[in-house]
């Protein structure tokens, strides 16, 4: 209950990461077609591993989220904007030397519309590569380009700025298979703070430092911030 699992392909397209190179950063479009889930949050993801060696290398992943009327990309430029995503999900994610789904709990649950495409951004910043034959397993989608990814042993890109019309940028006839878990939105606010602090350092009275913090309710009903405290010492 709750589960949806979309795609069942073996092929390997270098998504949602390429574990041999150093740095990667892809989006892939799913369907509402395919997710048909209503009035639910999604929030755990799982892809599918192929598990021949342990990657040691490719795991620091930072996972975003977004709604798009895309159904497909046109090129291997046609990034959907940072600002049009969320962060979900930033940490490590173990790759062990087994085959099967490898699960990751949303940081913040995504409260999916049913209306719209859903597209799901993973950056992989760790320095370093795994065996070219380490890979998820995809979906090929012949005619229908629903993914793209850049890749890179020297540049890490920035999910921000993105790199367009570079020989690494690759767009791509499928997607990752992937499960999701969906569950009930809370009917009351629950607030989720990234950053969940910042150190200011030392500052001088009367001068001011600025520092963002993102808030999010990922819950039901209407979020109310009052008040927010500073803490730190004062010294003469």
Same mark, same amino acid.
């Given at each position: 209950?709750?589960?949806?699992?979309?795609?069942?392909?073996?092929?390997?397209?270098?998504?949602?990461?390429? @574990?041999?190179?150093?740095?990667?950063?892809?989006?892939?479009?799913?369907?509402?077609?395919?997710?048909?889930?209503?009035?639910?949050?999604?929030?755990?993801?799982?892809?599918?591993?192929?598990?021949?060696?342990?990657?040691?290398?490719? !795991?620091?992943?930072?996972?975003?989220?977004?709604?798009?009327?895309?159904?497909?990309?046109?090129?291997?430029?046609?990034?959907? @904007?940072?600002?049009?995503?969320?962060?979900?999900?930033?940490?490590?994610?173990?790759?062990?030397?087994?085959?099967?789904?490898?699960?990751?709990?949303?940081?913040?649950?995504?409260?999916?519309?049913?209306?719209?495409?859903?597209?799901?951004?993973?950056?992989?910043?760790?320095?370093?590569?795994?065996?070219?034959?380490?890979?998820?397993?995809?979906?090929?989608?012949?005619?229908?380009?629903?993914?793209?990814?850049?890749?890179?042993?020297?540049?890490?890109?920035?999910?921000?700025?993105?790199?367009?019309?570079?020989?690494?940028?690759?767009?791509?006839?499928?997607?990752?298979?992937?499960?999701?878990?969906?569950?009930?939105? @809370?009917?009351?606010?629950?607030?989720?703070?990234?950053?969940?602090?910042?150190?200011?350092?030392?500052?001088?009275?009367?001068?001011?430092?600025?520092?963002?913090?993102?808030?999010? !309710?990922?819950?039901?009903?209407?979020?109310?911030?009052?008040?927010?405290?500073?803490?730190?010492?004062?010294?003469?």
């Amino acid at each position: 209950e709750g589960i949806v699992i979309i795609g069942d392909g073996t092929a390997n397209l270098y998504l949602p990461i390429r @574990p041999y190179y150093g740095y990667s950063y892809s989006q892939s479009i799913f369907l509402q077609s395919e997710l048909n889930t209503a009035n639910q949050r999604i929030e755990k993801i799982w892809y599918y591993w192929n598990g021949l060696a342990a990657a040691s290398a490719s !795991n620091n992943w930072t996972i975003y989220m977004g709604h798009t009327v895309k159904t497909a990309f046109d090129s291997a430029s046609d990034w959907i @904007p940072l600002t049009n995503l969320t962060q979900v999900f930033s940490g490590e994610v173990p790759l062990p030397a087994v085959a099967g789904w490898i699960g990751i709990t949303l940081d913040i649950p995504f409260a999916y519309n049913n209306t719209d495409n859903l597209v799901i951004a993973v950056d992989e910043n760790e320095d370093d590569c795994d065996s070219s034959a380490e890979f998820f397993y995809c979906t090929e989608t012949p005619t229908i380009n629903r993914s793209i990814i850049y890749y890179s042993d020297g540049t890490n890109p920035d999910p921000a700025n993105p790199p367009i019309d570079t020989y690494s940028n690759y767009i791509k006839a499928g997607y990752p298979n992937i499960m999701l878990q969906f569950g009930e939105i @809370p009917s009351g606010p629950v607030l989720y703070c990234t950053p969940d602090s910042w150190d200011f350092g030392q500052t001088l009275v009367r001068t001011t430092k600025t520092k963002e913090f993102t808030i999010t !309710n990922t819950g039901g009903g209407t979020l109310s911030v009052s008040s927010i405290d500073i803490e730190g010492d004062y010294y003469r």
